[in-house]
T-cell receptor, first 115, second 111 residues
Framework: GAVVSQHPSRVICKSGTSVKIECRSLDFQATTMFWYRQFPKQSLMLMATSNEGSKATYEQGVEKDKFLINHASLTLSTLTVTSAHPEDSSFYIC???????????FGSGTRLTVV | ELKVEQNPLFLSMQEGKNYTIYCNYS?????LYWYRQDPGKSLESLFVLLSNGAVKQEGRLMASLDTKARLSTLHITAAVHDLSATYFCAVAWEYGNKLVFGAGTILRVKS
């Protein structure tokens, strides 16, 4: 089936540094990618929607200058957490829509810990 | 704004018992999805429900959708320990295909 490959699966970084998370669609073209964050024991919250070749659309309350999203090709979307702080520590998951009848496929997630 | 309410939030059941998880949503949608999440893992797709009256079954799990009542159910039959996980329903928002997730139901099946 259609797979979204997400890397890294786990990253620890120091406060003030930036971290890039990649999501690649392996056997299909992802025109749209969704980025979520999930805090422990909570649900998924949509951060932004990225469309290939255009600027991402951010949800209310999400800082676009802090969470930089790039969707430069039909198979790659990236999320860069800039100037990371401990409160940015979370589980980040990307997702792509396969089509209305097939639903969404999710990346394996990235556990970010900022120390 | 689309809101999705899921209940119960926590469910502890004995093996062999039946139970139902409910998912209510606030505005019109005809696309609802159920996912399973194991600790530390991402989401695994369980069911895609696309029309009123849709019913799908996989093993001990059965999901249904009533778009008029804006309600979906996930029924667990004769629970086994392996079903222990967190289950999420998610509803597609008409604008931009966004998904809005319920809070999740933590299921613990006790042997």
């Amino acid at each position: 089936g259609a797979v979204v490959s997400q890397h890294p699966s786990r990253v620890i970084c120091k406060s003030g540094t930036s971290v890039k998370i990649e999501c690649r669609s392996l056997d299909f073209q992802a025109t749209t990618m969704f980025w979520y964050r999930q805090f422990p024991k909570q649900s998924l919250m949509l951060m932004a929607t990225s469309n290939e070749g255009s600027k991402a659309t951010y949800e209310q309350g999400v800082e676009k200058d802090k969470f930089l999203i790039n969707h430069a090709s039909l198979t790659l979307s990236t999320l860069t957490v800039t100037s990371a702080h401990p409160e940015d520590s979370s589980f980040y998951i990307c997702s792509a829509l396969l089509g209305a009848n097939y639903g969404y496929t999710f990346g394996s997630g990235t556990r970010l810990t900022v120390v | 704004e689309l809101k999705v309410e899921q209940n119960p939030l926590f469910l502890s059941m004995q093996e062999g018992k039946n139970y139902t998880i409910y998912c209510n949503y606030s505005t019109t949608s005809d696309r609802l999805y159920w996912y399973r999440q194991d600790p530390g893992k991402s989401l695994e797709s369980l069911f895609v429900l696309l029309s009123n009256g849709a019913v799908k079954q996989e093993g001990r799990l059965m999901a249904s959708l009533d778009t008029k009542a804006r309600l979906s159910t996930l029924h667990i039959t004769a629970a086994v320990h392996d079903l222990s996980a967190t289950y999420f329903c998610a509803v597609a928002w008409e604008y931009g295909n966004k998904l809005v997730f319920g809070a999740g139901t933590i299921l613990r099946v006790k042997s």
